[in-house]
């Protein structure tokens, strides 16, 4: 895009600069859009799975609830509790909402069309995703308040627990994509499975990994069946419990355009991203990007699915899933990887 | 152009939070003001050119290393009142230790850049197309193979330290099996009974 300004006859630095925020914009914007018809898809397969009818009142289908929801969360007061810590209080969503933004930087939406095409886009990616849990501690600490303490601390010890075995899993995606480059990942997966298909993960030594990466990412999320920072049953509301009016909604927010992140990352890392599915040529005709899209689509229906039917962990087997089986089993998975490539790539 | 403004942006940021980690008087912004911190340090690594380094530092220190921190500041039920009342016992002391370190740095400074080192070999990265971690990689996995190794193994040894200190058993709790859970079945729980009228059923 850069060149494109140049061609204009704007100066090197400036049509970087235009071209970088016009990048974030074309990210951002369809980004916030979509969180706001995920919300609603969401509500309406969790519906249809309870045999509900779900949101079907605002706009034909129901399909402005989430528009109508957001502006009437705009209009409402914004309440601070009086023995809050006032400015974390109101940072710590902006954390949550700015952060789930931000790693969307380098995610590849088609062939080279990534924002930030950097050396280092996985170690960014779980760099950005780490800094998600200080929203949930601050705001648990700074509303002042039980319930939203505990939710704080169960979400950061579930968090970084999470983000352990996801490290390790995302180091076999590295080995066999020779890269950390997301474009290079997703380049790699061309043909991979018998040269026919475009995806890791049917490899059988990454296949069960992309399991694991599916459910950790549940975890990294917070969704059900692993909820428990928000467990309305026990928790009122988790975290969330003190906020109301914008700050609430951007947590809604931020905790979606989470949701979207992890599902684009499990299209991206194991299921070839913008490739498609078979190494075809007619299918290339179809753009990257549509490709990616149902990818993602795909997996948040997942998401969507497992929360609607699957009841939520205790705290004790969540860590016990975390740290006793994905962690023994993505270290050992390493082992035969590397194990695997220098016999055959390398060897 | 956008160098310069990224670095003194960087820069100012990182000593002007650092300050603050100071002079915050909830330790808690203290924290935050770390993390800051960090983050504008791992920006500065950027902008030389080690992205492979600034990722990490905000991978470790950042999101775990801190994270641990704000657990413990947290929990922690701090006494303003008591802490201001050591200051003046502990300032000569505390002002001892600050000259130290204070000196200790100039005098480093003043001999790394006065010294006979080579100065023409001393800020010369060599130029390659490889990307920033398989050059590490290279140089960690052959040249320093074993202090690399030894690494490790002083981390094995501090990780199962500190499991071994802090392990207890406590007696009483009742732990759950899952495998003896999964095994459990239908027929091992429940039976079938047709108790006649009036009487009852045997447990």
Redesign the interface.
């Given at each position: 895009m850069t060149e494109t300004f140049i061609s204009w006859g704007m100066d090197a630095?400036w049509a970087?600069?235009v071209a970088t925020i016009a990048g974030i914009l074309l990210i951002a914007l369809p980004l916030m859009l979509a969180v706001a018809m995920i919300i609603y898809a969401d509500r309406k397969i969790w519906a249809a799975i309870a045999l509900r009818r779900g949101p079907n009142v605002v706009g034909p289908f129901g399909l402005l609830q989430s528009f109508a929801d957001g502006l009437k969360v705009f209009l409402q007061e914004t309440i601070i509790p009086t023995s809050a810590?006032r400015?974390?209080f109101l940072i710590a969503p902006i954390i949550t909402f700015t952060v789930a933004l931000m790693a969307w930087a380098v995610i590849p939406f088609n062939s080279g069309a990534v924002l930030a095409d950097?050396?280092?886009g996985l170690?960014?990616i779980?760099?950005i995703s780490?800094?998600g849990?200080?929203g949930v501690?601050?705001s648990g600490?700074a509303s002042n308040s039980k319930y939203p303490f505990f939710s704080a601390?169960r979400a950061?010890a579930q968090m970084?627990s999470y983000?352990v075995s996801i490290g390790f899993i995302l180091i076999g995606v590295v080995l066999f994509a020779d890269s950390?480059n997301m474009n290079e990942i997703v380049k790699a997966q061309q043909g991979h499975g018998l040269g026919i298909v475009n995806a890791f993960g049917f490899n059988l030594l990454l296949f069960p990994l992309a399991v694991m990466f599916l459910i950790s990412s549940l975890a990294e999320t917070a969704r059900a069946p692993f909820d428990l920072t928000e467990a309305e049953s026990e928790l009122v509301a988790g975290y969330q419990t003190e906020y109301s009016s914008m700050s609430f909604a951007l947590f809604w927010l931020g905790e979606y355009a989470n949701v979207l992140l992890m599902c684009t990352l499990n299209a991206v890392l194991f299921w070839g991203g913008w490739l498609p599915p078979i190494d075809w040529a007619p299918l290339y005709a179809v753009p990257g990007i549509i490709w990616l899209f149902a990818k993602i689509l795909f997996f948040f229906f997942v998401f969507s699915w497992v929360k609607a039917t699957v009841p939520r962990y205790r705290y004790?087997?969540l860590m016990?899933l975390g740290w006793k089986v994905f962690l023994p089993i993505s270290l050992l998975w390493i082992f035969l990887i590397s194990g695997w490539l220098m016999l055959t790539r390398y060897g | 152009?956008?160098l310069i403004a990224a670095f003194y942006l960087f820069a100012t940021l990182v000593i002007a939070s650092a300050v603050m980690v100071i002079f915050a008087r909830?330790p808690?912004?203290s924290v935050?003001w770390l993390?800051l911190a960090f983050f504008n340090a791992a920006g500065l690594m950027l902008l030389v050119g080690a992205?492979?380094i600034a990722?990490?530092l905000?991978?470790v220190y950042?999101?775990?290393v801190a994270?641990l921190f704000?657990?413990v500041v947290?929990m922690l039920d701090i006494d303003f009142a008591e802490l201001r009342a050591g200051f003046v016992r502990y300032m000569p002391l505390g002002a001892l230790v600050a000259v130290i370190l204070a000196a200790e740095l100039i005098f480093a400074l003043g001999a790394w850049s006065a010294g006979k080192i080579d100065l023409a070999a001393r800020a010369a990265p060599v130029v390659t197309d490889k990307?920033?971690?398989q050059q590490i990689g290279e140089l960690l996995y052959t040249r320093y193979i074993f202090l690399f190794e030894a690494a490790g193994i002083v981390l094995l040894v501090a990780m199962i330290g500190a499991i071994v200190l802090t392990h207890r058993q406590r007696g009483g709790v009742r732990i759950?099996n899952?495998s003896e859970q999964n095994k459990r079945r239908p027929e091992d729980a429940t039976r079938m009974v047709d108790p006649g009228v009036g009487q009852g059923v045997e447990l």
């Amino acid at each position: 895009m850069t060149e494109t300004f140049i061609s204009w006859g704007m100066d090197a630095d400036w049509a970087w600069g235009v071209a970088t925020i016009a990048g974030i914009l074309l990210i951002a914007l369809p980004l916030m859009l979509a969180v706001a018809m995920i919300i609603y898809a969401d509500r309406k397969i969790w519906a249809a799975i309870a045999l509900r009818r779900g949101p079907n009142v605002v706009g034909p289908f129901g399909l402005l609830q989430s528009f109508a929801d957001g502006l009437k969360v705009f209009l409402q007061e914004t309440i601070i509790p009086t023995s809050a810590n006032r400015g974390l209080f109101l940072i710590a969503p902006i954390i949550t909402f700015t952060v789930a933004l931000m790693a969307w930087a380098v995610i590849p939406f088609n062939s080279g069309a990534v924002l930030a095409d950097i050396n280092v886009g996985l170690l960014y990616i779980l760099a950005i995703s780490s800094l998600g849990v200080y929203g949930v501690i601050l705001s648990g600490w700074a509303s002042n308040s039980k319930y939203p303490f505990f939710s704080a601390l169960r979400a950061s010890a579930q968090m970084i627990s999470y983000e352990v075995s996801i490290g390790f899993i995302l180091i076999g995606v590295v080995l066999f994509a020779d890269s950390f480059n997301m474009n290079e990942i997703v380049k790699a997966q061309q043909g991979h499975g018998l040269g026919i298909v475009n995806a890791f993960g049917f490899n059988l030594l990454l296949f069960p990994l992309a399991v694991m990466f599916l459910i950790s990412s549940l975890a990294e999320t917070a969704r059900a069946p692993f909820d428990l920072t928000e467990a309305e049953s026990e928790l009122v509301a988790g975290y969330q419990t003190e906020y109301s009016s914008m700050s609430f909604a951007l947590f809604w927010l931020g905790e979606y355009a989470n949701v979207l992140l992890m599902c684009t990352l499990n299209a991206v890392l194991f299921w070839g991203g913008w490739l498609p599915p078979i190494d075809w040529a007619p299918l290339y005709a179809v753009p990257g990007i549509i490709w990616l899209f149902a990818k993602i689509l795909f997996f948040f229906f997942v998401f969507s699915w497992v929360k609607a039917t699957v009841p939520r962990y205790r705290y004790d087997q969540l860590m016990r899933l975390g740290w006793k089986v994905f962690l023994p089993i993505s270290l050992l998975w390493i082992f035969l990887i590397s194990g695997w490539l220098m016999l055959t790539r390398y060897g | 152009m956008i160098l310069i403004a990224a670095f003194y942006l960087f820069a100012t940021l990182v000593i002007a939070s650092a300050v603050m980690v100071i002079f915050a008087r909830n330790p808690v912004h203290s924290v935050m003001w770390l993390i800051l911190a960090f983050f504008n340090a791992a920006g500065l690594m950027l902008l030389v050119g080690a992205e492979f380094i600034a990722m990490l530092l905000v991978i470790v220190y950042v999101g775990a290393v801190a994270v641990l921190f704000l657990f413990v500041v947290m929990m922690l039920d701090i006494d303003f009142a008591e802490l201001r009342a050591g200051f003046v016992r502990y300032m000569p002391l505390g002002a001892l230790v600050a000259v130290i370190l204070a000196a200790e740095l100039i005098f480093a400074l003043g001999a790394w850049s006065a010294g006979k080192i080579d100065l023409a070999a001393r800020a010369a990265p060599v130029v390659t197309d490889k990307s920033n971690i398989q050059q590490i990689g290279e140089l960690l996995y052959t040249r320093y193979i074993f202090l690399f190794e030894a690494a490790g193994i002083v981390l094995l040894v501090a990780m199962i330290g500190a499991i071994v200190l802090t392990h207890r058993q406590r007696g009483g709790v009742r732990i759950q099996n899952i495998s003896e859970q999964n095994k459990r079945r239908p027929e091992d729980a429940t039976r079938m009974v047709d108790p006649g009228v009036g009487q009852g059923v045997e447990l």
